[in-house]
């Protein structure tokens, strides 16, 4: 199953993977039917979760009813139990979320149901998205939105302190979002070559074809640098070892910004 999803994953392009996926990933699910794992974005349980990855593929790691990955678990019960939206706002915020990952996308379009124009998608590409542009420009005017999510598109862009400045300049003051990228810790500062054009030899030393760099502990410095506030929060730490089994979640941390 590891070599299969892999293969599917380097073969076809996102936007075709995200228009079968829905389908396609539940009935893989079928092969792992049991109890073990359960995943509380949409609470699906199984023997186990699907593996995914581009290079090397996790295990535990795809939910196969909503898609959720480790880090979306992990972020959501963030959400629900920290977050304003989880602990009851008096009214739901004005939210981007940029790239939406289909599992949080669903939560969250329940969640607006009765106030669906304060929940906005976006992604240069998309088909699930409601506006199409690049996070380095983004036609929103500013300090219009009270929430932003951003997970994983930092490391794709060309000029990510300019998209980082966006997503600042869109927040309100008071406003906060959660803006994720994958993250070696061991790695003080982050790794761009832009010289490597070799779609094979960028898989390679980046993780997957299409990353421009390699963000180590300096990333939340780049988020500072854009004017948010940071928290990085190792928010696995606060979980039990038997939530963090069952739910099968990474140790990655989250980065939690504010504009003051």
Request: proline content about 6%; hydrophobic content about 40%.
């Given at each position: 199953?590891?070599?299969?999803?892999?293969?599917?994953?380097?073969?076809?392009?996102?936007?075709?993977?995200?228009?079968?996926?829905?389908?396609?990933?539940?009935?893989?699910?079928l092969f792992y039917l049991g109890e073990g794992k359960e995943c509380?974005?949409?609470?699906?349980?199984?023997?186990?979760?699907?593996?995914?990855?581009?290079?090397?593929?996790?295990?535990?790691?795809?939910?196969?009813?909503?898609?959720?990955?480790?880090?979306?678990?992990?972020?959501?019960?963030?959400?629900?139990?920290?977050?304003?939206?989880?602990?009851?706002?008096?009214?739901?915020?004005?939210?981007?979320?940029?790239?939406?990952?289909?599992?949080?996308?669903?939560?969250?379009?329940?969640?607006?149901?009765?106030?669906?124009?304060?929940?906005?998608?976006?992604?240069?590409?998309?088909?699930?998205?409601?506006?199409?542009?690049?996070?380095?420009?983004?036609?929103?005017?500013?300090?219009?939105?009270?929430?932003?999510?951003?997970?994983?598109?930092?490391?794709?862009v060309e000029d990510d302190r300019r998209a980082m400045r966006e997503?600042?300049?869109?927040?309100?003051?008071?406003?906060?979002?959660?803006v994720l990228s994958p993250v070696e810790r061991e790695r003080e500062?982050?790794?761009?070559?832009?010289?490597?054009?070799?779609?094979?030899?960028?898989?390679?030393?980046?993780?997957?074809?299409?990353?421009?760099?390699?963000?180590?502990?300096?990333?939340?410095?780049?988020?500072?640098?854009?004017?948010?506030?940071?928290?990085?929060?190792?928010?696995?730490?606060?979980?039990?070892?038997?939530?963090?089994?069952?739910?099968?979640?990474?140790?990655?941390?989250?980065?939690?910004?504010?504009?003051?």
């Amino acid at each position: 199953m590891k070599h299969l999803i892999k293969l599917i994953l380097n073969l076809f392009p996102r936007p075709m993977l995200q228009r079968v996926a829905e389908w396609a990933v539940p009935v893989l699910g079928l092969f792992y039917l049991g109890e073990g794992k359960e995943c509380p974005v949409c609470g699906c349980k199984r023997r186990k979760f699907l593996p995914y990855g581009y290079v090397t593929p996790r295990e535990n790691a795809l939910c196969p009813k909503c898609l959720s990955l480790e880090r979306h678990r992990l972020l959501w019960l963030w959400l629900l139990r920290e977050s304003d939206l989880g602990r009851g706002a008096m009214a739901l915020p004005r939210m981007l979320h940029i790239a939406p990952e289909v599992a949080l996308m669903r939560r969250f379009r329940k969640m607006y149901n009765a106030t669906p124009e304060r929940y906005i998608t976006a992604d240069l590409e998309s088909p699930l998205a409601d506006m199409h542009f690049d996070v380095q420009q983004i036609p929103l005017k500013d300090g219009e939105m009270d929430v932003v999510i951003c997970n994983h598109i930092m490391e794709h862009v060309e000029d990510d302190r300019r998209a980082m400045r966006e997503l600042h300049r869109i927040l309100r003051h008071g406003g906060w979002g959660v803006v994720l990228s994958p993250v070696e810790r061991e790695r003080e500062h982050t790794f761009e070559d832009d010289t490597i054009t070799d779609k094979d030899e960028r898989t390679r030393i980046f993780g997957q074809y299409d990353h421009r760099r390699i963000y180590g502990r300096d990333y939340a410095d780049r988020l500072r640098e854009a004017g948010f506030e940071v928290m990085v929060l190792p928010y696995m730490q606060h979980l039990t070892s038997a939530e963090q089994q069952l739910y099968a979640l990474t140790d990655e941390d989250l980065y939690i910004v504010y504009k003051p």
